[in-house]
């Protein structure tokens, strides 16, 4: 079970942000969207990034993500630069090291929950056989091994959700990075998905989740607040009250 | 393991084309049997344009002795050149380079009577060699002029197949006698039917052949009118009138460097100006039906745009997940070729049938069809279309696919 090697693997610095600065550069106007970034989060933590909407949250999840590179400053993940990497070995590293989990699942609709789990496998080049047992066992997790070959559409919100989870899962990630995970759930699917995070937590996964949903946020181990693009608080949830 | 994670890409994705597909794969049918057809047309009209010019004869050239130029031994320009039929077989001693001479002498308005008809027309006196070169091939039944008949000064004729009809009707003219100015002919032959693009003094198919011999004996002349010789080879023929000259130079009278004693008509060379506008037309076909299949590649290239758009957030998640631009784009690259490929087939085997099909429609005794030909697939025809379907599917594939691969994820997958 791969997410018992790593969730038995010692405590280290997995995300390592030092004087991290983006600016878009829309041609008049050049709008400052995050103004000098430190962050460290190490294996195992579940952080909850929370902020007003235009602090800079997004940006800062798709620098995480590998999504986009910083203007200015370092950006390591699992001990790897991210500068000056071409767009192809971005990919390898979202592929390899980031899981995501969207707000709006962002699930493939023409294809089974099966088919989207099994996706970022196909791009890491992991064999059929392999490939098929951990799409599998990561529906399993969530609970879905029932509904494996359901198309989207003919799921609920929350197993939405869960098949988000899974596929952010299948390539045993460095860490998952959720972004308003249950913004689009009703309260009863919002708590369940809460409940895999807990448990992924609890099983020693590295968490970062972008949420507005302070319930959510507080039973991370850590927020991290962020106002006009600076960090304003990074506190351990208990004293976040 | 590239081309793998494409293709298995592209099948998740081209499943649910359906409609679209079969609309686009239409239009590059449509434009591959546009294609097909001007050029099958073209090929049509350059085999039977080519078939038409040698029915005159192949690799010849008709010569018309004229008047000096220069000046020669002393005699000053302007002196009439006189070539008779004891000529020929001087030119034929002298010049073993040549497959044929041979010498005509024509009798303008000739007076060729059969029972109470009487018809007006051409009578050629020449030599036996003349029904290969000049391609004067029997119908069933007949045959043209033998040696004997020349040196035997024979009283026998070779009919035109129209002047045939003239004269006699429906009846068949071979063994008939015919009247030439009142001297009793007999018909040995009627040529073959034969459509004809170049000609001088008139079609093959209005004139009466007879003995150059007997001409003599019958008109008392036998001043040729006109000669033609005939190359083995087309490459041969400047060498070979530049020798004529020199043969003929110091015989008749004139200087060998004197290129204007003679009108020649050097059909080698007027075959190559008109086999390059026959290339010129069948690229101009050419480019007609390729810009033809190209709106059905532009069209294919919208749809595939359209298509990039509509998926632009499922391509941002794919970015997301970790696939690479080319895992991205060569699915519709792939897209792109199979549209093309499968419509492209569509329209070959279309355009097949219709080629087929136009063989069976008659022509024969309309003149403009008959002159046309009929359209024909080559297998040249085929390359080009093929490098074109190609070209056009590579590229209708191509700019989709690219705007696909430069989808940002992180702008895609922000929007709501």
């Known amino acids: 079970m791969a997410s ?29 969207a995050l103004k000098g970034i430190d962050l460290s989060v190490s294996r195992g933590e579940f952080v909850a990034v929370v902020g007003p909407s235009g602090s800079g949250k997004s940006t800062l999840m798709n620098l995480l993500g590998c999504l986009d590179t910083p203007t200015e400053g ?35 609709p023409q294809i089974s929950a099966f088919e989207n789990v099994e996706m970022p496998l196909v791009f890491g080049g992991v064999p059929v056989k392999r490939r098929r047992e951990r799409a599998a066992e990561v529906l399993e997790r969530v609970g879905l091994g029932d509904r494996m070959d359901h198309k989207p559409t003919e799921l609920s919100g929350g197993q939405m959700q869960r098949v988000a989870i899974a596929r952010a899962l299948a390539m045993d990630p460095d860490i998952v990075l959720a972004d308003e995970p249950t913004g689009n759930l009703d309260t009863t699917s919002g708590s369940d998905i809460m409940g895999i995070f807990l448990d992924l937590a609890a099983q020693g996964r590295t968490l970062v989740v972008i949420t507005h949903d302070l319930a959510l946020a507080r039973r991370a181990g850590r927020i991290v607040e962020i106002r006009d693009g600076k960090i304003v608080r990074d506190v351990p949830a208990a004293e976040a009250a | 393991m590239n081309a793998r994670v494409i293709f298995r890409l592209f099948l998740q994705s081209a499943r649910l084309a359906g409609k679209r597909a079969v609309l686009t794969i239409a239009a590059i049918a449509w434009g591959t049997v546009a294609i097909v057809l001007l050029l099958a047309f073209g090929e049509g009209l350059r085999l039977q344009l080519d078939k038409n010019r040698r029915s005159m004869g192949e690799n010849i050239a008709v010569i018309w002795p004229g008047e000096t130029t220069k000046p020669w031994k002393g005699i000053p320009p302007g002196r009439s050149i006189r070539v008779t039929a004891d000529d020929v077989p001087y030119i034929a001693e002298r010049m073993p380079e040549l497959s044929a001479v041979i010498g005509e002498v024509t009798s303008w308005r000739t007076n060729l009577t059969y029972g109470k008809k009487t018809v007006n027309g051409r009578v ?44 006699f009707g429906k009846e068949d003219p071979v063994g008939k006698t015919l009247l030439v100015n009142n001297n009793a002919f007999t018909v040995v032959g009627v040529m073959q039917k034969k459509i004809q693009m170049g000609m001088y003094g008139g079609p093959d198919a209005g004139h009466a052949v007879i003995p150059i011999t007997t001409f003599k004996a019958l008109f008392g002349r036998d001043r040729l009118n006109v000669f033609v010789i005939q190359v083995a080879k087309p490459e041969e023929m400047p060498a070979a009138l530049k020798h004529l000259g020199e043969v003929l130079g110091p015989k008749l009278g004139f200087d060998p460097t004197d290129e204007r004693v003679f009108g020649t008509w050097d059909t080698v060379k007027s075959s190559k100006t008109m086999g390059n506008m026959l290339i010129g037309i069948q690229i101009f076909l050419g480019i007609i039906g390729a810009l033809t299949l190209l709106i059905g590649g532009v069209g294919v290239a919208n749809i595939m745009y359209a298509v990039v758009k509509e998926r632009t957030r499922e391509i941002g998640v794919k970015m997301a997940l970790g696939a690479r631009a080319s895992w991205i784009s060569g699915p519709f690259v792939l897209e792109g070729l199979v549209y ?23 022509t024969a005794g309309n003149k403009a069809l008959e002159f046309m030909g009929k359209p024909t697939l080559s297998l040249p025809i085929g390359i080009a279309t093929a490098g074109i379907l190609g070209a056009v599917g590579l590229l209708a594939g191509y700019f989709p696919a690219r705007r696909a691969a430069a989808i940002d994820p992180a702008t895609t997958l922000r929007y709501e």
């Open chain 2, 340 to 362: 093309t490929l499968v419509g492209g087939m569509a329209g070959l085997a279309l355009s097949i049938l219709i080629v087929t099909a136009l063989g069976f429609v008659p």
């Open chain 2, 124 to 167: 050629i006196g020449t030599n036996v060699v003349y029904g290969e070169v000049r391609k004067h091939y029997p119908k069933e039944g007949g045959r043209f002029l033998v040696p004997t008949d020349e040196t035997e000064r024979r009283r026998v004729v070779f009919l035109g197949d129209e002047l045939a009809a003239d004269v």
């Open chain 1, 4 to 32: 018992l090697i790593s969730a038995a693997a010692p405590p280290g610095t997995i995300i390592e942000m030092t004087g991290i600065r983006k600016v878009y550069d829309t041609g008049k106007v050049k709008v400052e």
């Open chain 1, 74 to 108: 370092v950006y390591r993940i699992g001990g790897e630069t991210v500068a000056g990497l071409t767009r192809d070995r971005l990919a390898d590293v979202r592929n390899r090291r980031v899981g995501f989990v969207f707000q709006a699942f962002n699930l493939l």
